[in-house]
């Protein structure tokens, strides 16, 4: 499986018993899937170092509607809002220039609330 991997936030709390935490915004090459991956690691170094690895996967909406805003959560929004900047940038939107794919978010939140 080969899959493209952007971290977006990493939490190490230590030193005795260490836990390791990483948060990626994942896309799966192969089923073209986009999604967030959190891997954790437990590790006790008092009991002959022992160790827990897991790995979780979640739909972005799931991971964006967790409790709290993290740095995760931070740099998800700072990239989707990349991403999609031309289209809902009002400075980026020429008004007179025709519309070549969907409409602004502005122009549909308009026409939404001139109806009943």
């Known amino acids: 499986m080969a899959s493209l991997k952007r971290e977006l936030h ?10 390791l935490d990483f948060w990626n915004l994942v896309f799966d090459t192969d089923t073209k899937r986009l999604y967030v991956e959190h891997e954790w690691t437990y590790l006790d170094s ?5 160790a827990d690895y897991r790995t979780d996967v979640m739909d972005i ?7 709290g805003q993290t740095a995760g959560h931070r740099e998800l929004w700072r990239l989707l809002r990349g ?15 025709p519309l070549s794919g969907p409409a602004p978010a502005q122009a549909v939140e308009q ?3 001139g109806q009943p």
């Open 83 to 97: 991403i999609f900047k031309e289209q809902f940038d009002p400075e980026e939107y020429d008004r007179e220039a």
């Open 10 to 19: 990493r939490q190490v709390k230590g030193p005795e018993i260490t836990e």
């Open 61 to 67: 909406a799931a991971y964006l509607t967790q409790g």
């Open 111 to 113: 026409k939404t609330q």
């Open 46 to 50: 008092r009991i002959r170092g022992t």
